[in-house]
């Protein structure tokens, strides 16, 4: 829903247009400002990017500063997307709800949403050249709404500049057994060990587009192969510095790194 549209949109997702700032959507919505940051962790407010899609929360919903998240079921929502949104896993959204069945969520539904209360990691070493992202403006148009490369996970560290000024990749980390899967249609370019990266897997894309995998256990493509979306890739490894089970993703075009948020739906 356009945040232009004219009407109530607490409750809903909108889309950010051209001037929208936090603070419009704030006094449109009726609700404080911090209370809208709150229900959109990782969102820069001084970095809103067009088409970008923000949650307005309702009366009945609250974000204290500690958690958990008093949230409000929308049609189509699962653990596993809530999750993906606030930052933690669905293992624990489950766990903070044990009478309320998964597979049986209903719309208006309050269920509690428990924080991480992870830190960034860097368990290996994966620093990137300070080249500046690629601006979402941009971006080709077939680079919109891509899947995540996991079915069930959490950020653990975001796309940015770590203190050094040095742009970090995504890392998400996952649960025993999970496998990386194509984000779209492309041609597997690299399927090899890359030190300090483990096994890695590289997928070119329509409109000089390219996607790496990294930190994989074993890969199951090869050099060559044509994937569509959705095709599992490598199994996901299992960090001996910190116990998880990682995955390390970077968005490029043309080799410029993109942050995997402006293209990921």
Known sequence: MPSSTAGQINGEWVEVQRGDTLGKLANRANVPLERLERFNPGTNAQRLNVGQRLLIPTQQERAPSGGPYRYQIRPGDTYSSIARHFGTTSGRIQSANPGTSPTALRVGQIVSVPLSGSTPSSSASTSQPTSAPTPSASLPASARRWPWPLEDYRIVRRFGADSRGTLQPMLLATQAGAKAQAVAPGEVRFAD?????????????????????????????????????????????????????????????????????????
């Open 193 to 265: 060990g890359m030190r300090q990266l483990g096994e890695v897997v590289i997928i070119h894309h329509a409109d000089n587009l390219q996607t790496v995998y990294a930190l994989c256990e074993r890969i199951l493509v090869r050099v060559g192969q044509q994937v569509s979306t959705g095709d599992p890739l490598c199994d996901v490894g299992q960090s001996s510095a910190s116990q998880r089970y990682d995955l390390l993703f970077d968005l490029r075009q043309g080799g410029k790194p993109i942050d995997p948020r402006q293209v990921l739906r």
